[in-house]
């Protein structure tokens, strides 16, 4: 069963009749089905971030269709889109996009109260995902108070909060060191594994990738190929390389 279906989406930027438009992406067909876990590679300006955005409904397509879990979001008016998004979508940031002002507990239930619901279900899922994510023991610090790795665990606790039908991350250890990159992506691999959460993360970087279960890379606007994990995350790692390498060709980013 498909979570998200994307049809011929194109996305150009600038105005009708001008010279210097830009064409970000153009033509891009994908799936991804219940429980899957991707990722989305590419050379920088290849359109991999534009089309997470286009996606999860931050940005609009020039043309093209997207179905989330069978709703078509294009048809939405902004406040239907706001109030889905909400409901059915998880975001993370690189950035964390945590308020300095809530403690890290307030942060992660701040999507719960926007539903209005109720207190104590919302302090026991808080504590339940918290302790997963092992920062129940930090709830109530201030997020300038804690380490980058510390407030992205806070961040996808805050964006499960809500039981998602798929889970949008976004360059998610590009601010991390090595270090709090594993604990991370051991997250969503958990996430994906015990949960059977749907997640799709844009990443340029190979270690990332390796806890997904599947690669399209983008090129030009287009998906380039995709490659399907069969072995370790070690030997994965290597096949992700030599499919960066080719994609990239003498634009080599590694």
Request: with cysteine; glycine share 8%; aromatic share 6%.
């Amino acid at each position: 069963m498909s979570v998200l279906r994307a049809e011929n989406l194109v996305k150009i930027y600038g105005g009708k009749g001008k010279v210097n438009n830009t064409n970000a992406l153009n033509g891009i067909n994908l799936t991804i089905k219940s429980g899957e876990f991707v990722a989305i590679m590419g050379p920088s300006g290849s359109g991999k971030t534009t089309l997470l955005n286009i996606l999860s409904g931050i940005d609009k397509a020039t043309s093209g269709n997207i179905e989330i879990s069978g709703e078509s979001i294009n048809q939405m008016s902004k406040n239907e889109l706001s109030l889905f998004r909400r409901q059915h979508l998880g975001f993370v940031f690189q950035e964390f996009n945590l308020l300095d002002s809530l403690t890290l507990k307030e942060n992660v239930m701040l999507p719960m109260i926007l539903d209005n619901k109720d207190l104590d279900e919302m302090e026991t899922k808080t504590h339940e995902i918290m302790s997963m994510f092992g920062i129940d023991d930090i709830m109530d610090k201030y997020p300038y108070a804690i380490s980058g790795g510390q407030q992205q665990r806070t961040s996808i606790s805050r964006a499960i909060v809500n039981d998602p039908d798929i889970i949008f991350a976004d360059e998610p250890t590009g601010n991390l060191d090595s270090k709090s990159s594993k604990v991370v992506m051991e997250c969503f691999e958990k996430l994906n594994h015990d949960n059977k959460s749907t997640i799709l993360v844009v990443t340029h970087d190979p270690f990332a990738a390796s806890y997904c279960h599947k690669v399209v890379f983008i090129k030009d606007g287009l998906i380039n190929r995709e490659i399907t994990k069969k072995d370790d995350k070690r030997s994965f790692s290597k096949v992700i390389l030599d499919c960066l390498a080719e994609t990239m060709g003498e634009n080599n980013e590694l």
